[in-house]
């Protein structure tokens, strides 16, 4: 079972910046995106960001200009730099592979529909 393992999340004032990393366990061969969603308490998960196998990028409109999504295809990690960071901003970031594609330490190849991260914990004070 290839996990997705997110971090960087942390507590940073109004105008700060975080950077969160997800590693995916196992080698990426394929995917069709890579995500970063958030949930703020009391609050649907909301889709951020994403990258695609293309290199395409896509944002919401709160965080456009301020949030940038990127990945490291030899790392099989997806980076999500956040600038200028509001209170707004605080929630739980999960990290999100559509339709990935791994090979795992043993050797195989498993396909699945999606992984998710188990969530890093961004708060930002005012």
């Known amino acids: 079972q290839v996990q997705l393992v997110e971090s960087g999340g942390g507590l940073v004032q109004a105008g700060g910046s975080l950077r969160l990393s997800c590693v995916a366990s196992?080698?990426?061969?394929?995917?069709?995106?890579m995500n970063w969603y958030r949930q703020a308490p009391g609050k649907e998960r909301e889709l951020v960001a994403g990258?695609?196998?293309?290199?395409?990028?896509r944002y919401i409109d709160s965080v456009k200009g301020r949030f940038t999504v990127s990945r490291d295809n030899a790392k099989n990690t997806v980076y999500l730099q956040m600038n200028s960071l509001r209170p707004e901003d605080t929630a739980v970031y999960y990290c999100h592979f559509d339709k990935p594609t791994y090979r795992t330490d043993w050797g195989d190849i498993v396909a699945v529909a999606d992984s998710w991260g188990q969530g890093t914990q961004v708060t930002v004070s005012s």
């Open positions: 196992g080698i990426v061969l394929n995917f069709n995106a």
């Open positions: 990258i695609s196998s293309g290199g395409s990028t």
